[in-house]
Nanobody
Framework: QVQLVESGGGLVQPGGSLRVSCAAS????????MSWYRQAPGKERELVGV???????QYADAVKGRFTISRDNAKSTMYLQMNSLKPDDTAVYYC???????WGKGTLVTVSS
């Protein structure tokens, strides 16, 4: 069955960096567009960015220039590198397979001094 497992969240100071990962299994990862979403406390879930099987990316305006999505198809893993983090980036970060309604359980990123 399809499984998506996020990891790498934690507490980071404003201006810091963090990389979160999404390990996929149960499907041919290299064939699918994948996405990162986030949900901040008291807010709706929002799209962070998208990556195609070949590695083309698109980002939300709020993270453009600070966040980078990448993937390793050989490892069936997607990454989200987050730089210049702000308190407003505090959220649970989720990965999603774009075909079908498959989500991970999320990993919490807290940006605070």
């Amino acid at each position: 069955q399809v499984q998506l497992v996020e990891s790498g969240g934690g507490l980071v100071q404003p201006g810091g960096s963090l990389r979160v990962s999404c390990a996929a299994s149960g499907f041919t990862f290299s064939s699918y567009v994948m996405s990162w979403y986030r949900q901040a406390p008291g807010k709706e879930r929002e799209l962070v960015g998208v990556i195609t099987p070949s590695g083309n990316t698109q980002y939300a305006d709020a993270v453009k220039g600070r966040f980078t999505i990448s993937r390793d198809n050989a490892k069936s893993t997607m990454y989200l590198q987050m730089n210049s983090l702000k308190p407003d980036d505090t959220a649970v970060y989720y990965c999603k397979r774009n075909r079908g309604d498959y989500w991970g359980k999320g990993t919490l990123v807290t940006v605070s001094s």
